[in-house]
């Protein structure tokens, strides 16, 4: 079983940066791959970036250049730092965790890009 809580959403104009914090409850460097999904009204929750245990990251093709992944394992941490944002960015963003045949979710953040 693993927990997860997000934060660091918020408004942000285009052009700006947030960075998104995942924080774990168990060691991640046990947990096969996290990422970051988002999601608007009516839509499907869409891949945004992960990363795997072995460190080997995967982006979506809207976010590449702008977004990075990391992780920080002695704080049980995954981070996404989002640059360049735009509206087409707003969404809410949710932290998944896989181990083995489990899929973890957080409560989501809510993300919105606006002047």
């Known amino acids: 079983q693993v927990q997860l809580v997000e934060s660091g959403g918020g408004l942000v104009q285009p052009g700006g940066s947030l960075r998104l914090s995942c924080a774990a409850s168990?060691?991640?460097?046990?947990?096969?791959?996290m990422g970051w999904y988002r999601q608007t009204p009516g839509k499907q929750r869409d891949l945004v970036a992960r990363i795997t245990r072995g460190g080997t990251t995967t982006y979506a093709d809207s976010v590449k250049g702008r977004f990075s992944i990391s992780r920080e394992n002695g704080k049980n941490t995954v981070y996404l730092q989002m640059d360049s944002l735009s509206p087409e960015d707003t969404a809410v963003y949710y932290c998944?965790?896989?181990?083995?045949?489990?899929?973890?979710w957080g409560q989501g953040t809510q993300v919105t890009v606006s002047s």
């Open positions: 168990r060691y991640i460097f046990t947990i096969d791959h």
């Open positions: 998944k965790a896989n181990s083995g045949a489990y899929d973890y």
